[in-house]
């Protein structure tokens, strides 16, 4: 017991509040950090010593930093991201395909109407050149709108293909980085005891992960993280980390997600997924946008093998038989759909009479005939007219659509739930933290009138023996 | 609850995000009057809105197509009564030169006046409407009649008719063929060539005769008269339901697919305020800063 032990117990104090005063600082210039868990520090009383019959005090020491992070709570986050990032894949991606179908929009419906419209017309006035313009306007616009939609749907299609591979690189990207923080996380420490920014980073970069993939995760002895992908590979174990591969593709070129093994084989592993954007990207890939296509080639096929089978058994103005009126096509309908060669060139070669008379044509019967399609029941074993079919896909895009945004809302208000109990916890107050820093600096200024004190008593004692 | 300075903002962020989206969908219905913008908005009405407005179109063409006959039906109308009034004269004629008192001068010089009659009733016959030779049936670019030298006329029509829709399912004849009106029945061009030639031979017993056929062809063209007359009234009451179911759709067309404006309207300012009350509560939630009150 001297003086000079007071003298080390404001050096403590001292560097024990510059210390907290620091942790402060960093927590109030983290304010708006993302993922950022606020921290604090962890003071215990410096070992005693016994001095006769007493046992005093030895001042303070900073034992660590605490992280106020709840575990829990962001695993949860982390596996409710991965929800909502594929949820907003579909809503980004109906909205666009609802952008494209809606008859707002494509004014496919208007179109086939005005097409059919302009048939009535030269069935009133079948020899009339004119009136065949009209036709061939109205026709040649019909194709432009279904190429249209259907090619629109394909660059969406293509679109996220492109997606894809630039997620599995994010994927790869974040794999490698949490492999290098474990790496650092482990070598920064000893045992559980990390490097808080970098955990908090390491986490970020989970959550991130979980959005593009749904992951299983957890630590090991190290406080190093495993992620496994929900089909079992690896993604990141210790300090390496395993890549996802978009080399794998189909018949229409487009990717798979692969897993690369240690040797660099590769696994697809598309069907095992189970959620994020991988997942939500192609599942719109190859399944809505596929089905609308389709639709939208069925609406294209029939339309050519109707109005060609009419126009095909009339004949034009010249006599002749047999003219197809769209050109004819045995694939890829909606994407080529157009005009035939003949009636392109020459006018007088749409068909409207059904009669041939000393080489004229007789009547308008296909015209009316063809005008008379609209009203047919020609889609779906004859359940459907051309306007209906058209409409249920509007309808049918827009239930997907309001499907989509219902399910984004819900994962949006859920996840809000949850960062909201995240910031409660571990969010950073500006108001918390000034109330700290007070108080700091008036400890702060406690411990330096020790050393006042300190020297007053051993100006004292020195005085004394002089 | 421990409220982190972030959660503050992010609080504020996240409901003027959810506000303005708000805002720009009611504007965008206050711009275009709908109150269905999108098919996700209401997937089944924004569908039968499709139908409705192909529905539209369609009687629209339907409309027209009628309208069409109808004028058409104007034509026959007034040719019919002009070859009823031709006939008349020629009757007239066949019973003056019938008598005892003519001659076969007079009756040489009425026989030119039938010859004229012949030739107006061969021009009426090819009537030529918008380039379109109305009497000849389904031949609508060919004359449908040819006056020969001997006064006997050629049809070159066809006895049938073009058909055109003039509603979903229902065709009607594209107006009615010179066959039905010259020669079905009773031939009126043969019956007036006997005459001319009956005038021309002073053949007193033959002027007789063809009085019966000329009876005929007056009896057939008044039934030709009443059957444009079926046609034409016909067709307008096809107008008449064509336009009203067409308003009919477009009343509730405009009922669950315009925007009701005054409530737009009101949900408009009442959004406006709440963003407004937010931007206020946002600035003075500001202003509750700890360090306006530390020295």
């Not at chain 1, 000079?4 to 005063?21: D, G």
């Not at chain 1, 591979?165 to 996380?185: C, G, H, M, P, Y």
Request: glycine letters at 6%; one cysteine or more.
């Amino acid at each position: 017991m001297s003086i000079s032990s007071i003298l080390n117990i404001a050096k403590n104090a001292l560097l024990a509040t510059q210390c907290s005063i620091q942790i402060t600082a960093n927590n109030i210039s983290n304010v708006n950090t993302e993922g950022y868990s606020r921290q604090a520090p962890v003071v215990e009383p410096q070992g005693s010593v016994k001095i006769g019959n007493a046992i005093l005090g030895n001042g303070v020491y900073i034992k660590g930093v605490m992280r106020y992070t709840d575990k829990y709570l962001e695993r949860q986050l982390t596996e409710k991201n991965t929800e909502l990032k594929e949820n907003s894949v579909y809503k980004t991606y109906y909205d666009r395909i609802e952008a494209i179908i809606s008859e707002e929009n494509s004014k496919l419906s208007e179109t086939i109407t005005r097409f059919f419209n302009s048939w009535h017309e030269l069935s009133l006035d079948p020899y009339s050149l004119s009136q065949r313009e009209g036709v061939r306007a109205s026709a040649s616009d019909l194709c432009l709108v279904i190429r249209n939609i259907y090619n629109s749907l394909f660059k969406v299609q293509m679109e996220l293909d492109e997606k894809l591979k630039t997620e599995i690189e994010d994927v790869n990207r974040i794999s490698s980085e949490i492999a290098d923080l474990n790496k650092r996380i482990f070598e920064g420490s000893s045992g559980r005891v990390g490097d808080n920014d970098l955990m908090d980073k390491r986490q970020l970069l989970l959550k991130e992960l979980s959005g593009r993939i749904k992951i299983t995760y957890f630590e090991d002895d190290f406080g190093m993280i495993k992620v496994l992908t929900r089909s079992g590979n690896l993604l990141v174990d210790g300090g390496t980390s395993y890549e996802l591969s978009s080399a794998i593709t189909d018949e229409n070129g487009f990717s798979s997600v692969a897993w690369k093994d240690a040797l660099g084989n590769l696994i697809d592993i598309s069907s095992t997924l189970e959620g994020g954007e991988l997942k939500g990207i192609i599942e719109m890939r190859d399944g809505v946008i596929n089905e609308l296509m389709n639709e939208v080639d069925l609406l294209a096929q029939t339309l050519i093998d109707e109005v060609n089978g009419l126009h095909k058994s009339g004949y034009s103005l010249s006599g002749k038989e047999g003219i197809p009126f769209f050109k004819e096509l045995s694939q890829y309908f909606a994407k080529d759909i157009d005009i035939s060669e003949d009636i392109k060139s020459d006018l007088r070669n749409i068909v409207a009479s059904e009669e041939l008379d000393g080489g004229k044509p007789v009547g308008g019967g296909i015209a009316t005939e063809i005008a008379g399609l609209i009203d047919k029941k020609i889609f779906f074993n004859g359940t459907s007219s051309i306007t209906e079919f058209v409409s249920s896909m509007n309808n049918r895009v827009g239930q997907i659509a309001r499907g989509a945004s219902e399910r984004l809302d819900f994962s949006e208000s859920t996840y809000s739930i949850m960062e909201k109990q995240r910031e409660s916890v571990s969010g950073v107050s500006i108001d918390e933290e000034m109330a700290n820093l007070i108080r700091y600096q008036y400890a702060y200024q406690a411990a330096s009138r020790l050393f006042n004190i300190a020297d007053e008593l051993f100006k004292n004692l020195i005085d004394a023996v002089r | 609850m421990r409220i982190s300075d972030r959660l503050r903002y992010e609080i504020f962020e996240k409901s003027l995000i959810d506000l303005k989206s708000e805002l720009q969908r009611t504007q965008e219905m206050i711009s275009s009057g709908k109150s269905i913008l999108r098919p996700k908005d209401d997937p089944v009405n924004f569908s039968i809105s499709i139908q409705f407005d192909s529905e539209i179109e369609k009687y629209e063409q339907y409309v027209r197509n009628t309208e069409r006959l109808i004028m058409l039906g104007g034509y026959y109308d007034s040719s019919i009564n002009k070859i009823h009034e031709l006939l008349g004269r020629a009757k007239e004629i066949a019973i003056t030169q019938a008598s005892d008192t003519m001659n076969s001068d007079t009756r040489r010089a009425s026989s030119e006046e039938i010859k004229g009659i012949i030739e107006q009733l061969v021009s009426i016959g090819n009537t030529e409407v918008q380039g379109l030779y109305i009497f000849g049936g389904k031949k609508l670019d060919t004359k449908p009649f040819d006056l020969n030298d001997d006064y006997s006329v050629t049809f070159n029509g066809t006895e049938d008719m073009i058909s055109v829709y003039t509603d979903s399912g229902v065709k009607e004849d594209l107006g009615i063929s010179g066959y039905r009106i010259f020669l079905k029945g009773t031939d009126i061009f043969s019956v007036l060539k006997g005459l001319k030639e009956a005038l021309e031979e002073n053949d007193v017993e033959g002027i007789r005769d063809s009085l019966d056929g000329l009876n005929q062809a007056l009896s057939m063209t008044e039934t030709n008269l009443s059957y444009v007359g079926t046609y034409v009234a016909k067709l307008e009451r096809t107008k008449e339901i064509l336009e009203l179911r067409k308003s009919e759709i477009q009343k509730i067309q405009s009922e669950f697919r315009d925007a009701d404006l005054a409530k737009i309207v009101s949900d408009f300012n009442a959004l406006t305020l709440t963003y407004q009350t937010m931007l206020y509560a946002m600035a003075r939630i500001q202003e509750l800063n700890i360090l306006n009150y530390l020295k």
